[in-house]
């Protein structure tokens, strides 16, 4: 018999999923089928959608290769069955069938399962091993819920035309495309314009659901949407929020009640990104609070207000810790800065100790001339001061450090690369000027003071180890270094390529090499919230021992 | 026309390949293919086989990506050719075709190249991620190669059987296997049975050729043989060195001259192994030398006979650091220790600096307990110390701490945990112990004192970081610990199943917790020699943000 087709809503379930806790997952799950109840109308049939691995969160890396993993997952469906009462619920989850595991995505109804589909298109390039876990399934899914035929496909599917051309061919009138797609900046519009397209050449409506959150270095921003037959975005959720966003659709599967997408401008979701990625690394792992070591430098400016917009100034401390060579300009403006942001700061001299250091190497150390040995003693007096406090005190060190620093190995190992999470890691410097501005003008949209002085910005940085240094004696100007190494680690150009682009042979040279030897220091680097398409996390896997030459 | 039938040899030439460098590695075919022709008698034809990816160096990870690879690989492959005069050459390296990446192997003869193979089985599991690079070969090869017909493949393809069956299928009499098989304890028993019961099954001799040397975490310990019909092992080169091995064949492709392998005993290949990881780490990244703490513990008592073994007692400099908690009995074995293996010694003292510390941090800490921070803050400064030692001399730090450590996070980071390479990361204690008594044994044989004192082989550990501090007031013994850890980390098992094992249930459920939290100190560790099959580098890849539970 053919059900009668009636009005449908669909619930896209955008939820902050945290990796192992499959307990707490399957509550996250609960609360929002009971919510999604809630909104929807009785005369509507409803189907609530989850994330791709929504079970065990993503990604669950070698937490899939665990034994248990299996009776975990039969154990959790039977949940997740008993929450299908009377609604059809999407939800994705590892699952294991004659010694292969497979990145499922199943569908639920009134305590039943009623279909499930393995995920047939696995990444293993940039930050993704899914083929270190995963089968790869062969085959399409459609089912049928009131009357409509549904197509079903996980995440990278989408990137990709045969799972959708093959749903459409089996009869697919809508397409349900469950995620975990981690931000990078231009990621949503690839996503709008993949999306529309597949939707308009295959007259197919289809629903996207992403997870959102912190894991570690990615974060997920959500952003979840529907495209409808024509290609238009409608009902799209929040960025960087959880969200349950209930789509209404008539007999014939048009749109009743969406709105086109008003996507944040770039650089607030660049910001609001490097909020989330700090915010949930600190809740997620329960952290007490963060210190930071505030130098008057824009770095650890900008680090502090992204600090306290993750957690509120009451749980962030800041320390400034001078030495001789520290301005009185820099004392002046980190106390301006935690002064406007209202955090605990403190000013904690490293002379004491530097000193106490050089006379007991001073044997070790004679007929040696000074050299950045010296400098790297100040940035490591200062990480031990911040370990100090970090220990005592459960906050978590926020390392403050930039892309362009990190890229050059412009940073010191045990220095200011202390810490248990990075938010700039992944930031050029250009870029951390850029959200400077827009931080400021945040605040004085909403009546608020300047949180990072103007002078912070305009000043040439410096690192502030040796007298009158400034980061440019020694570096092209980051107008220019980080376009080259936008070319080199994002482009993957070779130095050749990168000269015939305009620049100078020796910077590129030097700031290629540069790169190469300091992979070293990345190693052992804090995680960090990737920001482009290729982070110096798992995107990016150099060997340390390498003699490739970049030249031609 | 059939060539004529005539005797035959085949030269495995186990290199020490670099990592990117392919002007270096030509050099080492250049080499090699020279120095085989010299051994070789003038009436046998001459076959020079070369490992795995040898053009490169494996494993290469992203430098696969880099867009100037082919061109590379094309002038290289020309430089191959001209080296195949009068002899046949057969060589790894990557290739691209229609925008596809292989693993191919190649066969050059008086500079034509007469057969090319792509790897089938591309590994994407522990530590290898060839599946992020490589498009999966289809073909089986079998080559004429003077009147025989011989298969050709690669490294994992021979851990299963169709490779070998397809070959033998196609009419292959011998086949050759090339290969970049890192060392693990037991491995080459593991390879012996695996090639032996392929040769007895299809009746087919089998060269395998492996690369020797370390790179980065891994290290290859060459031990390249070969082994006839029958199964029997004949003709293996050494272990954990660079060799050039000829095998001469009849006309029936019977081995002519090979003599049964004498593998070490596994302790000597343990030990050799973590001599050849340190040595080729040094030197492959141009240190002068290694700095190192040595405690009067015998982590450090191992790792610095270990440094010394790899790069010679003039270029190892060890530093004993003592604070009020250092007994006199570690002051007298770190002396006893540096002065039996004849290296530079200083006794750099960290009350000062600690000191300057305290007081700085001491309206920071009022009100607070003492607890580790204070202990960190030894290990810190110690940390700091070598540290700008390493920088002032151009010395590596080598850290000394081992894997039960690492494991649950008996260890400081930015403390004893800096340095640039890791010679015990994944050794247990318990491995340590012995491996100090084999070290002990190995100078006994050669008429050389004792190199680590009994007593502190004997005694019980200690991180004298707190007054009569024992490792195992904290912990259970290490014969538990250990035994523990290897269930859970090698063998995936929850702590139901351990407990099952017969352990008490609160021991497991501790350490298995501290394995978990520890996660975020071992993702900045140096890295280290990989010892077992689930080393703390590539081989385990954990989130740090995890909510699983280790339970049932």
Redesign the interface.
């Known amino acids: 018999m053919q059900p009668s087709i009636r009005q449908v809503s669909i619930a896209l379930a955008q939820a902050n999923f945290?990796?192992?806790?499959?307990?707490?997952n399957l509550e996250l799950i609960s609360s929002a089928i009971a919510a999604a109840k809630a909104k929807n109308s009785p005369d509507k049939a409803l189907m609530v959608v989850f994330s791709e691995l929504a079970l065990i969160?993503y990604?669950?890396?070698?937490?899939l290769?665990?034994?248990?993993l299996q009776?975990?997952m039969e154990t959790a469906l039977q949940q997740v069955a008993n929450l299908s009462a009377g609604i059809t619920v999407v939800v994705g989850y590892p699952w294991s069938e004659k010694g292969q595991l497979f990145n499922m995505a199943g569908v639920w109804q009134n305590g039943e399962q009623v279909a499930q589909y393995a995920k047939r298109c696995l990444p293993?390039?940039q930050v993704f091993?899914e083929?270190?876990y995963f089968t790869a399934g062969t085959e399409t899914c459609v089912f049928e819920w009131q009357g409509h035929q549904v197509g079903l496909t996980v995440c990278e599917d989408i990137w990709h035309e045969h799972p959708v051309a093959e749903s459409k061919a089996a009869g697919a009138e809508l397409l349900i495309n469950i995620n975990a797609s981690p931000f990078h900046s231009g990621k949503l519009q690839q996503r709008y314009e993949l999306l529309s397209n597949h939707a308009k050449r295959h007259q197919l409506p289809i629903v996207y659901v992403n997870q959102v959150g912190?894991?570690?270095e990615l974060v997920f921003d959500g952003a979840s949407f529907v495209v409808d037959a024509s290609g238009d975005i409608f009902a799209t959720a929040a960025e960087h929020e959880s969200a349950l966003t209930l789509v209404d659709f008539d007999e014939s599967l048009n749109i009743q009640n969406g709105q086109k997408a008003l996507a944040k401008s770039e650089l607030a979701s660049i910001y609001d990104t490097l909020v989330l990625g700090v915010r949930?690394?600190i809740e997620?792992?329960r952290f007490k609070g963060i210190v930071l070591g505030l130098s008057g430098g824009i770095d650890s400016a900008l680090t502090l207000a992204i600090a306290v917009d993750a957690i509120g100034k009451d749980r962030v401390e800041a320390v400034m810790m001078p030495f001789k060579y520290t301005s009185s300009m820099s004392m002046e403006d980190a106390k301006l800065e935690a002064d406007a942001l209202g955090v605990s700061y403190?000013i904690?001299?490293?002379e004491?100790?530097y000193?106490?250091?050089m006379?007991?190497?001073e044997d070790?150390?004679s007929g040696?001339a000074p050299?950045?040995?010296e400098e790297?003693?100040q940035a490591?007096?200062r990480?031990?001061?911040l370990?100090?406090?970090s220990?005592?005190?459960g906050f978590m060190v926020l390392t403050t450090g930039n892309k362009s620093e990190m890229a050059v190995g412009y940073a010191t190992?045990?220095g200011d690369m202390?810490g248990?999470y990075s938010a700039l890691k992944d930031v050029y410097k250009i870029l951390v000027f850029k959200l400077s501005r827009y931080r400021n003008e945040l605040a004085a949209s909403q009546g608020e003071a300047e949180i990072i002085p103007e002078r912070v910005i305009t000043r040439p940085p410096s690192a502030e180890l040796a007298p009158d240094q400034v980061d440019e004696d020694n570096l092209p100007p980051y107008a220019i270094l980080d376009q080259i190494l936008e070319y080199y680690i994002e482009g993957?150009?070779?130095v050749d390529?990168i000269i015939a682009k305009g620049f100078a042979s020796e910077d590129v040279t030097r700031v290629t090499r540069l790169v190469d030897l300091s992979e070293?220091k990345r190693?052992?680097?804090?995680?960090g919230v990737r920001m482009t398409a290729r982070g110096f996390g798992r995107d990016?896997?150099?060997?340390?021992?390498?003699?490739?030459?970049a030249g031609?």
Not at 18 to 24: A, P, S, T, W
Not at 65 to 68: A, C, E, G, K, Q
């Open positions: 945290k990796v192992g806790d499959i307990d707490g969160g990604p669950p890396e070698d937490l290769l665990r034994p248990s009776h975990r293993n390039f091993d083929q270190r912190g894991q570690d949930d690394y997620k792992n403190k904690l001299p490293i004491p100790m000193d106490a250091f006379l007991t190497l070790e150390f040696l050299d950045t040995t790297n003693l490591r007096c990480g031990v001061m370990m100090a406090i220990n005592k005190k190992l045990y202390v248990g993957d150009l070779s390529a070293y190693r052992q680097a804090p995680v990016r896997r150099y060997p340390i021992t390498n003699g490739w030459k031609s």
